[in-house]
């Protein structure tokens, strides 16, 4: 195989079209069935070998009906359980529960996979976190609001409401790993009063900041338990070939919020620290044009100057894929270029569709890998 191409898209709610595609109201079944077919064609058009799926369907039976129809010549990568909590996914409701994450690995391509066990990643960020990231939870402090008073509640926990999913894949007796992700939202539903820019908004609104930093919180913290698993894979391998990918709901740069209240970035976060190079990821559109960077639209009230092109969808990787001498190369390097945002396929599957037809209000991510010349 001389080179393979990795996508990362967020279905919008595949979970729910699944339910539509079964309405007794003849109309309301045929718009879903409309948007399914839209959904197959954009995924035949992108033409990827792996193909990560965030907000996929609720459960191995539901994934499989469903990607059985937009999805035919790929194979799903499963656990074999019908239990949740084999998938680390928490909730049962509509925002938690139907969120799922899935790998589809094309049938004709000669990739072999599996998938990590919790139990493992959770031991690895375990060992790598000296013992603050145990069964796959970890304590966590921020503000909170109740009886008219902002204060800091500090003994508090968390763990992913949608656990990462490790794929272990082999070509040709390489073998690599790509860890998809979909971390917490951002969002909240505290609605703040008076304009946002007013110059006593947030004072005004101690509710809603403590909402605000609670989230943030929570998202950087799942950013570092990803890192922990990334760390402790290095420290056993320092060459091991890496992938992370998904909608990591940040990106990119310092929004208002984070400005004001904790001036970081979570990407900057999960890709490491330069002073330790052999480990950084790099991030797969380092080098595509920069007025294509961004993989949503989404009109922020909170931050009414900022850009609404904003980029959730990620795929970075370990030194391995690249031109590094101080790491061993992986079998594939990362095609120089080879990083996109696949508006023009996505503008093509959907241009001349109604809005009920629309596959979904995120753009997929891909990245091509070729493989190297012998030496």
């Avoid at 909402?211 to 894979?233: F, G, M, P, S």
């Amino acid at each position: 195989m001389q080179s393979f191409k990795l996508t990362a898209w967020n279905i919008e709610h595949s979970d729910k079209l699944l339910d539509e595609l079964d309405a007794t109201d003849p109309d309301a079944r045929a718009r879903a069935e409309a948007r399914r077919d839209a959904i197959a064609e954009e995924i035949a058009a992108l033409d990827a070998d792996i193909l990560l799926v965030t907000e996929g369907p609720n459960g191995e039976a539901r994934a499989a009906a469903f990607f059985d129809a937009v999805a035919p010549g790929y194979r799903l990568a499963v656990r074999g359980s019908a239990d949740r909590r084999d998938y680390g996914m928490r909730g049962t409701d509509a925002t938690t529960g139907r969120q799922w994450i899935w790998f589809l690995v094309r049938e004709r391509a000669p990739i072999t996979t599996s998938l990590v066990h919790l139990d493992r990643w959770q031991a690895l960020a375990e060992a790598s976190s000296g013992g603050a990231h145990a069964n796959g939870r970890w304590d966590v402090s921020f503000p909170k609001f109740g009886d008219e008073t902002l204060s800091f509640d500090i003994d508090r926990n968390h763990g992913h409401w949608r656990h990462p999913q490790v794929l272990l894949a082999e070509i040709d007796g390489a073998r690599f790993e790509v860890i998809g992700a979909h971390c917490k939202s951002k969002f909240t539903r505290v609605r703040g009063r008076g304009e946002p820019l007013d110059a006593d908004f947030f004072a005004n609104n101690p509710k809603l900041v403590a909402e605000l930093i609670k989230a943030r919180t929570k998202i950087t913290t799942e950013c570092a338990d990803i890192r922990h698993y990334v760390d402790a894979r290095f420290e056993a391998d320092p060459g091991a070939a890496i992938i992370v990918a998904g909608d990591l709901n940040d990106g990119p740069g310092k929004e208002r919020i984070e400005r004001r209240f904790l001036y970081h970035d979570l990407i900057g976060a999960l890709q490491g620290e330069v002073f330790f190079a052999r480990r950084f990821l790099n991030h797969a559109l380092f080098d595509a044009p920069e007025d294509t960077r961004w993989s949503v639209h989404f009109r922020d009230k909170l931050d009414p100057g900022r850009d609404p092109n904003i980029l959730l969808d990620h795929i970075l990787f370990s030194q391995s894929f690249t031109g590094n001498r101080q790491v061993t190369p992986f079998a594939y390097r990362a095609r120089a270029g080879g990083g996109c945002v696949e508006h023009d396929v996505h503008h093509a599957v959907t241009g001349p569709r109604p809005q009920h037809a629309l596959t979904s209000d995120h753009t997929p991510v891909s990245m091509v890998f070729d493989k190297r010349p012998a030496a």
